[in-house]
């Protein structure tokens, strides 16, 4: 993976380049490398905000789990899923380490991205705002869970939207696969937490659900603005905005609350995410779920003591 990618990072300058659509006989052939140099460079500091938010964002998760959530839920089956999820943000956390470990060469720039919730003002105020809801001890549960499937459903909905808008044109296949697993798993956290408000008694209101929301919905826009400084082709401040408010107002359908925004989604290469994928065995690994047991063959489905790992 490692190396593969790292050519796509070398290679974004010529994709983005070819995308203008500009023959050398309309342009300056200098000022348009020129321009794919500084929307390469665009790139990736857009990736390398995204990844250091990524690296300390599920120990975060993990902390509010582990200290408080684990502790005030008495029933079995969310304490089990709790605990699959805690092993599942360990996962997260370690891939996205070894991910600025692959594309991040210079030590101090990568010791800088692991310290975002210290180093970063836009990272440290998402870190700030999910660790202000993990020590909160006024606030009901209800109202946590609901602040914590927004961190999940909103806090990750714009860094993965960029690194699809990634996929669309064909960079960093190692990335975009990987968060392609990735995402599923924080749709699915995200969806248990509106399942577990469903199940409350003493429900947050509607009101109060809409002030949670709308809190994060400005962080992360916040975030995204400083993370995407200039247009790309398919993508600016404005569109990610917007998108934003289309997730938020989907999650706060999850949670059986009116929507606050009425928002289309702008991104046509985010409308499948969630939808059962169709890979090409050919061209790259399968990330669909897949039942176990199932497209194997009884020969893969013996038990040897003498298989190759």
């Not at 059962?276 to 020969?299: A, D, H, I």
């Amino acid at each position: 993976m490692a190396s593969q990618d790292e050519e796509s990072f070398s290679d974004a300058k010529s994709v983005l380049g070819s995308e203008q659509g500009d023959s050398t006989s309309e342009t300056d052939s200098a000022q348009s490398g020129s321009e794919s140099t500084y929307m390469a460079n665009t790139i990736k500091q857009l990736i390398s905000l995204v990844l250091a938010f990524f690296a300390a964002s599920d120990g975060i998760v993990n902390e509010n789990l582990v200290e408080r959530f684990t502790k005030e839920v008495q029933v079995p089956e969310v304490r089990c899923f709790y605990g699959f999820q805690i092993a599942i943000e360990n996962i997260h956390s370690e891939m996205y380490s070894l991910l600025i470990d692959t594309y991040v060469k210079d030590p101090h720039e990568r010791e800088h991205l692991f310290s975002a919730i210290e180093t970063i003002p836009c990272v440290k105020k998402k870190a700030d705002w999910a660790l202000k809801w993990t020590g909160d001890e006024k606030s009901t549960f209800g109202d946590r869970v609901v602040a914590f499937a927004a961190v999940e459903g909103i806090f990750f909905s714009g860094a993965f939207a960029a690194i699809f808008w990634l996929r669309k044109r064909g960079l960093m296949p190692g990335l975009t696969f990987s968060n392609e697993l990735i995402s599923r798993d924080e749709g699915l956290h995200a969806d248990f937490a509106c399942l577990m408000v469903s199940y409350l008694i003493n429900k947050p209101s509607q009101e109060r659900i809409h002030q949670i929301i709308d809190d994060a919905v400005k962080i992360e826009q916040e975030f995204l603005t400083e993370a995407l400084p200039v247009k790309l082709i398919g993508m600016n401040q404005d569109l990610m905005k917007q998108y934003i408010e289309f997730v938020a107002d989907r999650l706060l359908g999850e949670l059986m609350c009116s929507k606050l925004y009425n928002s289309e989604n702008p991104f046509d290469f985010m409308e499948n995410i969630s939808l059962e994928g169709k890979t090409n065995f050919f061209e790259k690994k399968v990330g669909e779920y897949q039942k176990m047991g199932v497209m194997s063959s009884s020969e893969q489905q013996k038990f040897t003591l003498d298989a190759d790992f």
